[in-house]
């Protein structure tokens, strides 16, 4: 489990370090903040997608706009 944490503590880092050289350092925590949220929200929203898509059709099928 170890060498499985550092691969993947190593994977992150190096994109890390990919988005610093577009990103200035004070506006680096600006945007990984944001995405890393987004990510943890689809996450954790994944068993429900379906349902929640299936209702936008047919909210979107009753002419009713989002």
Known sequence: MAANFT???SFTW???DL???????SDYGKVILPFTL???MDCVL????PAV?????????QGIEQ
């Open 7 to 9: 691969e993947l503590a």
């Open 14 to 16: 190096s994109i890390a």
């Open 19 to 25: 988005l610093r050289g577009d990103y200035r350092q």
């Open 38 to 40: 987004l990510r943890r």
């Open 46 to 49: 994944e068993a429900t997608k």
């Open 53 to 61: 898509l299936k209702e936008v059709e047919a909210r979107e099928d």
